[in-house]
């Protein structure tokens, strides 16, 4: 049996004590790592959205928890401490080459190692030393720094891309952050001689705060539908064109693999290009290029007889027909399944099926 036959004699047996589900897992484990290595690298985009809108939901919680002294109000106090920090890579991820780089992220990891160490140094009533007077201090530069270099981000990627919705979506950006920022930090974190202004602060930070998560997801929305590859001033070169989009392909893979689209018997490429909102073309050479099969109903193929071996192994499925198998396995019927099992695994279905009972067999 392809895949599942292991040098496994009864002195073998004796000298491991293997038990039936050590076999089991065996099989299992490789099959899952092997799966974890395939698995592309998540988008930056979607990293630091993750990271932005869950520091940002947390200050939002820890305003509904108002002054208690909990742990739980202390840790959101603490994931919400560089919402700046992260705003500014998430803004770089949408308007620069989508690749992940140290930097920047060091930078935002030394700003929150300050503010944090602040906040637990006010907690231990040692925050007025010399140590963390300056400290403060440059924390808050720091943070003023990165609230700059989001808008620089905007800015500096409007000046290398020409095409209009590119622009609009900068502008819209940009526009958007400047209302939050201006609302947000020079308003309520100013002091200016207003009115009743201080029984709003926390309020208005807060739905700053909401706005911030719904404007940040729309452009990470807006940036997957148009990766910046074609936002370029330059004309796409015959390199460019042959390139895969990585954000195609993490698409493509998550949508067939991950939510099992195989499954379904009658999808096509163009049903799976509609889905994905890009030209037939597209899907086809992230396939082939990318995922490295040789045509489309090759993918499907292969990861259909992955079900269908998972099943035909499964002792709990013993009475299922092979038919059964094959059709929720997302073949259109037994004969191009059994002809397809038995080119990759040289041997029919119910051989496949009655192989792995014997090496059970010998397992027990």
């Keep these: 049996m392809k895949g599942y036959c292991f040098p496994m004699s009864h002195e073998f047996i004796a000298q491991r004590r293997l038990?039936?589900?050590?076999?089991?897992?065996?099989?299992v484990a490789i099959e899952f790592s092997q799966q974890l290595a395939r698995l592309p690298t998540p988008s930056p985009v979607l990293v630091y959205w993750a990271l932005f809108s869950s520091s940002a939901l947390m200050a939002i919680l820890h305003f509904f928890l108002g002054n208690q002294a909990s742990m739980l109000a202390t840790c959101l106090a603490l994931g919400s401490c560089v919402t700046c920090g992260h705003g500014w890579l998430l803004a770089r991820s949408l308007f620069r080459k989508?690749?992940?780089?140290?930097?920047?992220?060091?930078?935002?990891?030394?700003?929150?190692?300050?503010?944090?160490?602040l906040q637990i140094a006010a907690m231990l009533g040692v925050d007025?030393?010399?140590?963390?007077?300056?400290?403060?201090?440059l924390a808050s530069l720091l943070s003023s720094t990165v609230l700059v270099l989001t808008a620089v981000e905007a800015i500096d990627g409007a000046a290398r891309r020409t095409t209009g919705h590119e622009r609009r979506f900068q502008f819209a950006f940009l526009a958007g952050y400047g209302c939050l920022l201006s609302v947000g930090m020079i308003l309520f974190r100013s002091s200016l001689d207003i009115p009743g202004i201080d029984e709003w602060k926390d309020v208005g930070q807060t739905f700053c705060a909401f706005l911030a998560v719904i404007g940040a997801s729309a452009a990470v929305r807006y940036?997957?539908?148009?990766?910046?590859?074609?936002?370029?001033?330059?004309?796409?070169?015959?390199?460019?064109?042959?390139a895969v989009d990585p954000l195609l392909q993490e698409r493509l893979y998550n949508l067939l693999v991950i939510k099992r689209g195989y499954l379904e018997a009658d999808l096509k490429v163009a049903a799976l290009a509609q889905r994905l909102g890009v030209p037939e073309y597209k899907v086809s050479h992230c396939v082939t290029r990318g995922?490295?099969?040789?045509?489309?109903?090759?993918?499907l193929n292969h990861h259909r007889l992955e079900e269908a071996k998972r099943r035909l192994a499964d002792r709990s499925q013993d009475d299922l027909p092979i038919l059964t198998i094959a059709l929720e396995s997302g073949f259109g019927s037994v004969g191009p399944f059994n002809r397809a099992f038995k080119a990759q695994e040289g041997m029919t279905p119910g051989a496949f099926r009655t192989?792995?009972?014997q090496v059970s067999s010998v397992v027990a």
């Design 291 to 299: 995922l490295g099969f040789a045509n489309f109903n090759q993918l």
């Design 128 to 137: 007025q030393t010399a140590f963390f007077k300056i400290t403060r201090t």
């Design 98 to 117: 989508n690749d992940y780089e140290v930097w920047p992220a060091a930078f935002v990891a030394t700003l929150f190692g300050m503010v944090a160490s």
């Design 19 to 27: 038990t039936l589900a050590d076999a089991v897992k065996w099989p």
């Design 355 to 357: 192989q792995s009972r």
């Design 223 to 242: 940036r997957l539908k148009h990766p910046l590859g074609g936002a370029k001033i330059a004309a796409k070169s015959t390199a460019s064109d042959n």
